[in-house]
């Protein structure tokens, strides 16, 4: 099929399938120590194996972990590197994900759009840019009271919609494609149980992005910190000049980091930054977490060494208090594995242009799985998903940049078949 052909396909079923999947609730838990984080995760993973299956994929499957894995067969008699498309079945902690109803505003015109289960949720033209680009398409939000879930609820939607396609145009000629669906990828632990040998794939795309167009080679590299603060703790009616308070510290810790720097308030591109998640205790101990990004992996251990020294600097006021400092690493930049393998980014790059588009190349101030996947061996850009306002309840995405989503996964499909 020529790429003509491939973009005259006009049977989308993403916008309806994105419909769908939104209303399943899939919202992940930090604070659950199982795989999948919630169980409810794999409602969504068990519909799409039905829809799969029915598709004519005859292996896909939902493991105990809640990972979906499936192969559309190869149709060509080349010798082809199997390519994964991957997205994360949960949304984020950071809004509810519960009772979802996707609403679809047609021929948008440019207007402010006020989701009607809360006036006071406005998606403001003049405060998203890609709005400007989105004349005449149909966007689709939530209501008001929850996030949409197009975080990646829209990439879920684009790989099943292009599966359908490639079984029901056997013309599209590929080599073996995999589908990987995970759970847990916003709590940071979207990878943790994925099986590659299963995958078996060579090279991977995420669709996890924003504007359409647009495919990621950088991600940070990220680090936590917990920063444990132990005190003195004496009745309040005894305590002059014994107490010495973990909470207090704790503040005055935080109150000293650079605020014009170093921040996720004050940074942007490339900027790295500190910055605390979570502070919680009592007189005698107190804890705060913190997340450390840059894009340079060298530069997270100048990051933590300049925490930890603010953090002995309020301390030395304390003499009869301590503290630990545990660092653990979370991702590294996935351009230190991409840049291995340039021919990824071409192929995804011309699969955009092919697909219409202009490709932009982009660096993620975040991580993906794709972070991860690149340093278990499975090397792994992003590509668009065309969701925007990610987490939060003004998230939105445009039904026309999801199907130019599908066209890209088409095009990257018979691109490694042709080359």
């Given at each position: 099929m020529s790429n003509f052909e491939i973009n005259n396909i006009n049977d989308f079923s993403v916008s309806e399938r994105f419909q769908r999947y939104v209303q399943i609730d899939t919202q992940s838990?930090?604070?659950s120590p199982t795989c999948p984080s919630t169980d409810k995760q794999k409602n969504l993973g068990k519909l799409l194996v039905e829809e799969l299956l029915a598709f004519g994929i005859s292996d896909a499957a939902i493991d105990d972990n809640g990972y979906v894995?499936?192969?559309i067969p190869s149709n060509t008699e080349?010798?082809?590197p199997t390519i994964c498309f991957c997205s994360h079945m949960d949304t984020s902690p950071d809004s509810s994900g519960k009772d979802v109803k996707p609403l679809v505003h047609r021929n948008y015109q440019g207007q402010d759009l006020v989701l009607p289960d809360d006036n006071n949720i406005i998606i403001k033209y003049t405060e998203h840019p890609d709005l400007a680009n989105q004349i005449g398409n149909n966007i689709i939000t939530a209501s008001g009271t929850t996030l949409l879930g197009a975080d990646d609820k829209a990439g879920i939607a684009e790989i099943m919609d292009a599966a359908r396609l490639l079984m029901q145009h056997p013309e599209i000629k590929h080599g073996d494609i995999k589908i990987l669906f995970t759970p847990d990828e916003e709590i940071g632990r979207g990878v943790d149980k994925a099986d590659l040998k299963r995958v078996g794939a060579d090279?991977?795309?995420t669709m996890d992005g924003e504007k359409a167009g647009t495919i990621e080679d950088e991600t940070f590299s990220a680090d936590g910190?917990?920063?444990?603060?132990?005190?003195?703790?004496?009745h309040p009616?005894?305590?002059?000049?014994k107490m010495q308070s973990a909470i207090k510290i704790a503040s005055a810790i935080i109150e000293a980091l650079p605020q014009d720097r170093l921040s996720p308030e004050s940074t942007n591109k490339k900027d790295g930054f500190v910055h605390p998640t979570n502070i919680s205790g009592t007189v005698e101990k107190a804890e705060i977490h913190f997340i450390i990004r840059d894009?340079?992996?060298a530069n997270l251990a100048k990051h933590e060494s300049e925490l930890e020294s603010i953090a002995k600097s309020i301390l030395a006021k304390y003499p009869n208090c301590s503290y630990t400092f545990e660092v653990k690493e979370q991702y590294r930049n996935m351009k230190e594995i991409l840049d291995q393998f340039p021919q990824i980014m071409e192929i995804g790059i011309e699969a955009i242009t092919r697909a219409g588009m202009k490709a932009e190349r982009r660096s993620i101030r975040g991580g993906t799985d794709g972070s991860r996947l690149s340093f278990m061996g499975l090397p792994c850009p992003n590509i668009f998903a065309g969701g925007h306002a990610f987490h939060g309840k003004q998230e939105w995405v445009s039904e026309q940049d999801m199907q130019k989503a599908v066209l890209t996964i088409l095009h990257v499909a018979t691109l490694w078949e042709e080359k």
């Open positions: 838990d930090s604070n894995y499936a192969t080349k010798s082809v090279f991977a795309y910190a917990i920063l444990t603060i132990h005190g003195v703790s004496v009616g005894f305590a002059k000049g894009h340079n992996t």
